[in-house]
C-alpha cells in the first residue's frame, strides 16, 4: 500500500521550489482556517488537496520540497467480480442518495507524477500567491501600526491562500457557528460523500471537491444532514442550485473579474451567505486584497488591541458593524488589510498561544538600559566600601 510521502526517506521523488521562511509558513497558513483540507501526516509534514491533486508539502528555511501523487490501478486490470461487486454497491446506494454519492470505482495508489513540472510549480505559485512579497508587505503594516509589528514579529510567513472559489464558497458556508476542528471534519465527510476519490495513502483516502452539479443534487440536503451537517445542509444545496439554475457554472469565476463590493454582494443574494462568509471568499479565492471578514475573533481584537469602540453595546455583529470594522482596518494597513487581518487572526488562534511564550531576543535599547542600571549600582556600592 503506498504511503505518505517523506523528505528524508526518499528525496528524488520530490521537486523543490525556492521560498524563504519569512515569505511562507506552511505550519501557519494551512492550519489558520483558511483552507480546511491539509493535515500534517508527518512531523512538518502537510497533505492535502488542491487543483485534483494530493500533495505532500514540506520546507526548510529556504525551500518548499512538494511530492504530488497521482491515481493508478495497482493491478492493471481487474476481475468480473470486482467490477460486479462495485456496480452492485453503486446501484445500491443511488437508491439511497439518488446519485448523490459517488462510489469509487476503483483501488486508486499513489504514485508521483512524471510529467506536468511545471504545471504543478506554477499550481503552488499561484495557491500561495508567491508573486507577493510578505517581507515588504509586513515592512509596511508594522510601520503603520505598533501592535502590528509586536505580533509579526513572532507571525511571519502567514500568507493568503488562492483557493478554487467553488470549494472555498460551499466550505465556509459550513463554518457558521462552528469550529476549525469540526469544519476539518465536516469537509471531508462531505468529500467522501459526494466527491471522486483520488488516491490512498497508508488507508486513508484522499477525495476531490464535490462538483456544483453534485452539490446541487435533490437528494444531497438528507444525505448531509444524515452526515451531522445540520441547517446547514440546505444551504449548500439550496447555493448549488441557485448558482447552476441563475447564473451557470462559471459564474463564480468570474467574480474574480469585478470590484470588490459587487462580489461581496453577488455573494450575499445566495442562502447561507452573510457578510463574514462573503467577505472570507472574497478574499480567499476572488482576489479581493482589501475584503477584511469580521467574526466574533476580530471584532475581539479590534476591542481588545485597537481599542475600537463602535459597537460595543451590540451582542452581535450587525452589517453596519462589519463593514465599519473592515473600513477601520483598512484605513490602517491599506490595499492589502485582508491580508495583515489574516496574520492577527491566526496569531489569536488558541492552538498557536504557545508561540507568544517562546522568549524573544531583547531590543538593543532594552539591553543598553539594564547595563546603565548594572553599572550604576555598581557604582554605589563602591561607593559605600
Same mark, same amino acid.
Given at each position: ?234 444551504? &449548500?444545496?439550496?447555493?448549488?442550485? +441557485?448558482?447552476? !439554475?441563475?447564473?451557470? @457554472?462559471?459564474? $463564480? %469565476?468570474?467574480?474574480?473579474? /469585478? *470590484? ?9 443574494? &445566495?442562502?447561507?451567505?452573510?457578510? +463574514?462568509?462573503? !467577505?472570507?471568499?472574497? @478574499?480567499?479565492? $476572488? %482576489?479581493?486584497?482589501?475584503? /477584511? *471578514? ?92
Amino acid at each position: 500500500m503506498a504511503k505518505h510521502a517523506v523528505l528524508t526517506s526518499g528525496a528524488k521523488l520530490w521537486r523543490s521550489l525556492a521560498c524563504a521562511k519569512p515569505e511562507l509558513r506552511l505550519d501557519l497558513t494551512l492550519a489558520c482556517g483558511q483552507s480546511f483540507r491539509w493535515r500534517e501526516t508527518a512531523d512538518g509534514h502537510w497533505t492535502g488537496v488542491m487543483g485534483g491533486r494530493v500533495w505532500t508539502l514540506t520546507q526548510t528555511d529556504d525551500t518548499i520540497w512538494y511530492h504530488v501523487y497521482n491515481t493508478q490501478d495497482s493491478q492493471g486490470v481487474r476481475s468480473d467480480r470486482k467490477r460486479k461487486t462495485n456496480a452492485s454497491l453503486q446501484t445500491e446506494n443511488k437508491k439511497r442518495f439518488k446519485g448523490a454519492v459517488k462510489m469509487e470505482e476503483e483501488e486508486p495508489v499513489a504514485v508521483t507524477l512524471e510529467n506536468n513540472t511545471d504545471e504543478e510549480e506554477e499550481m503552488l505559485r499561484d495557491y500561495f500567491q508567491l508573486n507577493v512579497r510578505m517581507g515588504d508587505l509586513y515592512k509596511e503594516w508594522g510601520a503603520a501600526d505598533p501592535h502590528f509589528k509586536r505580533i509579526a514579529d513572532i507571525f511571519t510567513g502567514v500568507r493568503m491562500l488562492r483557493q478554487d472559489p467553488t470549494e472555498c464558497l460551499f466550505a465556509f458556508i459550513c463554518t457558521s457557528n462552528n469550529h476549525i476542528s469540526r469544519i476539518e471534519g465536516m469537509i471531508e465527510r462531505l468529500c467522501q460523500a459526494l466527491g471522486t476519490q483520488l488516491c490512498q495513502l497508508d488507508e486513508k483516502s484522499y477525495y476531490n471537491f464535490p462538483t456544483l452539479s453534485a452539490l446541487a443534487d435533490d437528494s444531497v440536503e438528507a444525505c448531509l444532514r444524515d452526515l451531522g451537517f445540520g441547517y446547514r445542509a440546505r444551504f &449548500l444545496q439550496q447555493s448549488a442550485k +441557485k448558482i447552476l !439554475d441563475t447564473h451557470g @457554472l462559471g459564474w $463564480l %469565476d468570474g467574480l474574480r473579474s /469585478v *470590484p470588490y463590493l459587487q462580489a461581496r454582494d453577488a455573494l450575499r443574494t &445566495l442562502p447561507g451567505v452573510g457578510s +463574514k462568509v462573503a !467577505d472570507c471568499v472574497c @478574499l480567499m479565492s $476572488l %482576489d479581493k486584497v482589501e475584503a /477584511v *471578514p469580521v467574526d466574533t475573533h476580530v471584532w475581539q481584537i479590534a476591542k481588545r488591541d485597537y481599542n475600537y469602540a463602535s459597537g460595543n453595546g451590540q451582542k452581535s455583529i450587525t452589517d453596519k458593524l462589519h463593514r465599519d470594522i473592515g473600513d477601520f482596518f483598512r484605513k490602517l494597513w491599506g490595499p492589502y488589510a485582508g491580508w495583515a487581518q489574516s496574520v492577527l487572526f491566526c496569531a489569536d488562534l488558541k492552538k498557536f498561544q504557545k508561540m507568544k511564550e517562546t522568549p524573544q531576543p531583547k531590543k538593543e535599547e532594552n539591553c543598553e538600559e539594564e547595563m546603565r542600571v548594572a553599572c550604576k549600582k555598581t557604582k554605589i556600592k563602591t561607593e559605600k566600601n
